[in-house]
């Protein structure tokens, strides 16, 4: 029985000093019946040469330029000249594990539509990895092998970029890549929680990430943090945000004084909380702060939490915990 296609998307720029890499381990896979859309955007090293070589040596690897300008028309681009059922994305920087395809594949056609399929993922440096990174890949894998990913989709993205295979026909209905949003990984990822596809829980490794000073998450202004709120905050109030219930926001340092001003920008009324004694009582961009305590008098309220310190959160979590309240419901983690 003839396997299914895979479309491997990877737009690239620049990266010609870890190319081969990535195209050696596609090259490697167990699973064989894929192919390549590369799309160079704009490259300006030796990017646009090593592909070209790759591609006249193996007739799956096929060459477009961006028809556009950036990763998201890169992504149009190749996604446009794809012809598979399955559709994955590949960064050109990255090296896959030799059964990420064949695994992958597998999940899908066992779970059927409506699924996507997810790996774990292991960032990897000639510099050694920093704390922040080990922490998001541990809490990511965490989340991947139960497969309960959406379930703190307001912390940080939680379907890792390069590591994840869908249907054609589920990705078309999500709206591909269609939006002009960044971070495009996480606006996708949104998309795919809003279109109600169910991940696949894995455990086993499937994709290495490779960190380095210049990768475009590191330098581009379209992955600052203020693009994160942004699109937390669009996606809350269009996807779990009941207008008919009082809203709060608990914590009031850098990120919970900007979700007050994006919320005050857009009229949406709401209380402000903390546990800080010397902002209690105080106004901030007029607007009184309160105990937490407050929520006990706001039975039905939903809250959002800026709150980063990870033993704080945990007794936030308990303390809704003790009034009856459920996260991803009630209460809602945006740190």
Known sequence: MQQPLV?????????????????????????????????????????????????????????????????????????????????TRMDSDDIMTAEKLEIMVESLLENGKGHLAVGQVRYFSHRGISNGYERYEKW??????????????????????????VFREDLDRCGAFAPDLYPEDYDLAFRFYQNGLKCIPCSKL???????????????EHYAQNYFLDIKLRYFLKLNYNPTRPLTVWGAGTKGKEIAKILQEQNIGFYWVCDNPKKIGKHIYNKEMFHFSKLKELPNAQSIISVANESAQVNIKKFFSAINKKPMEDYFFFC
């Open 140 to 165: 990511l894998n965490h989340l991947t092998e139960s497969g309960d990913n959406y379930s703190e989709i307001y912390k940080e993205c939680v379907i890792p970029s390069p590591c994840w295979m």
């Open 206 to 220: 499937l994709h290495l990430w490779r960190d380095y000073d210049t990768r475009t998450s590191r330098t581009s």
């Open 7 to 87: 479309s491997i998307l990877i737009p690239f720029k620049n990266t010609e000093a870890f190319l081969n890499q990535c195209l050696d381990s596609i090259i490697e896979q167990k699973y064989i019946n894929w192919q390549v859309l590369a799309v160079n955007d704009e490259s300006s090293d030796g990017s646009l040469n090593l592909v070209k070589s790759y591609a006249k040596n193996d007739a799956r690897i096929h060459l477009f330029d961006n028809e556009g300008n950036g990763i998201i028309e890169a992504l149009r681009t190749a996604y446009k000249q794809s012809k598979g059922q399955f559709i």
